[in-house]
């Protein structure tokens, strides 16, 4: 038997995707609840959802989930370990990565409009109807959010790593 197999099944789990899956379901959570939950998912315009949309995920993720997440797993970026770096953080830098952060939940929220519209626009040529066929709901929208996330934290690394070259 391998070192694997004796392991519960959730220790398997990267931690990656652990995390992934609990950003997923925060998300869908936050979209449930306002999307479906308030007035703002009725309305013609929805630059006011999208709006509260990123400001309540962004004020979720700044205070509620990258702390939880941080202490609860090892994050490696780029080969090493964050999580000691979070904790000697200045504060100007602890404000400065708290109000990117609300920015990247703001672009990926306009992302994920400009995604259903895209779907939407092609649907409604195909089928030649009136009728919006996708409108938002909590899982696509959570993975989408999951998705987007994942994508520019992936360019931001690489985008690091290649400065951090540059530097050596």
Known sequence: MKEDDKKPFLQRIP????IAFLRFWLIGL??????WGTELGMHDNPFDLIF????????????????????????????????KKIEERKIYQGVILNL?????????????????????????????TKNVPLQGEPIIFGLLFTLYYELISFIRDKILLLFTKIKK
């Open 100 to 128: 990117l952060e609300f920015f990247k939940c703001l672009l990926i929220t306009i992302l994920i409009y400009l995604t259903y519209q895209l779907i939407n626009t092609c649907l409604m040529n195909v089928f030649n």
């Open 52 to 83: 509260v949309l990123a400001l309540v995920i962004g004020a979720c993720m700044i205070i509620l989930f990258n702390p939880i997440i941080n202490k609860m797993f090892d994050i490696e970026r780029n080969g090493y370990f964050i999580n």
């Open 15 to 18: 931690d990656k995707v652990k």
């Open 30 to 35: 936050i979209y449930y609840l306002i999307g």
